[in-house]
């Protein structure tokens, strides 16, 4: 099972910062956190993880609590085509445990 | 460069039938292998995950089976499909090292 909890639905203007939030109040010392998003029809795709410290990348930026028991993931100017469903996972380090999918959160970006 | 191939892309199959989706990785050695589905709404459902060959891990009983014949194979297979494995089936890959990981495009089956 998941061990996150994402809002199911977000709405953002095109321009503006999305801000997707992600509660994981179990996560474990060893655990990351990593966003993934799927358009439709399509594989989901990575955009960023991290431990504990804040990330960011060409596509977005990674906000963790300092108890590391919720983070926010940041897409500082939304397009129409970031328009997707955005996955929080939790996960191991080691290489060998599996990516687990829960619900995610459907973002719409509107024009 | 890594790349990840999945066929076909859609499929129309009877109930009944048999199935076999494949998925192979180029680029890498010893992947970690995952088979998804994903039905019409739903979130994506983790089948059948592999650290190597012959090393099957089924995560959820039903109706398909997987197997690694090669390190950088993954099969997906069913005796006799039901209405219900209808889906969109996803193949990824997972490095060793602790970085993303790639999908491939997907089957898109449709169980009639």
């Known amino acids: 099972d998941a061990k996150t909890t994402q809002p199911t639905s977000m709405d953002c203007a095109e321009g503006r910062a999305a801000n997707l939030p992600c509660n994981h109040s179990t996560i474990s010392g060893n655990e990351y956190v990593y966003w993934y998003r799927q358009i439709h029809s399509q594989g989901p795709q990575y955009i960023i993880h991290?431990?504990?410290n804040n990330e960011t990348n060409e596509m977005a930026s990674l906000i963790i609590t300092e108890d590391r028991k919720s983070s926010t993931l940041i897409l500082p100017h939304a397009t129409l085509r970031d328009t997707a469903v955005y996955y929080c996972?939790?996960?191991?380090?080691?290489?060998?445990?599996?990516?687990?999918f829960g619900k995610g959160t459907r973002l719409s970006v509107i024009a | 460069s890594q790349t990840i191939h999945q066929w076909p892309a859609t499929l129309v199959q009877p109930v009944g039938s048999p199935l076999s989706l494949e998925c192979t990785v180029e680029g890498t050695s010893n992947p970690n292998l995952y088979w998804y589905r994903q039905a019409a709404g739903r979130g994506l459902q983790l089948l059948f995950y592999?650290?190597?060959?012959?090393?099957i891990s089924s995560e959820v009983p039903q109706n398909l089976s997987a197997s690694r014949p090669q390190d950088r194979q993954f099969i997906l297979s069913s005796k006799k499909l039901l209405l219900s494995d209808s889906g969109f089936y996803l193949c990824?890959?997972?490095?060793?090292?602790?970085?993303?990981?790639?999908f491939g495009q997907g089957t898109r089956l449709t169980v009639v």
């Open positions: 592999s650290v190597g060959i012959g090393q």
């Open positions: 991290g431990l504990k």
């Open positions: 996972i939790v996960r191991l380090y080691s290489g060998n445990t599996p990516l687990v």
């Open positions: 990824a890959w997972y490095p060793r090292r602790n970085t993303e990981a790639f």
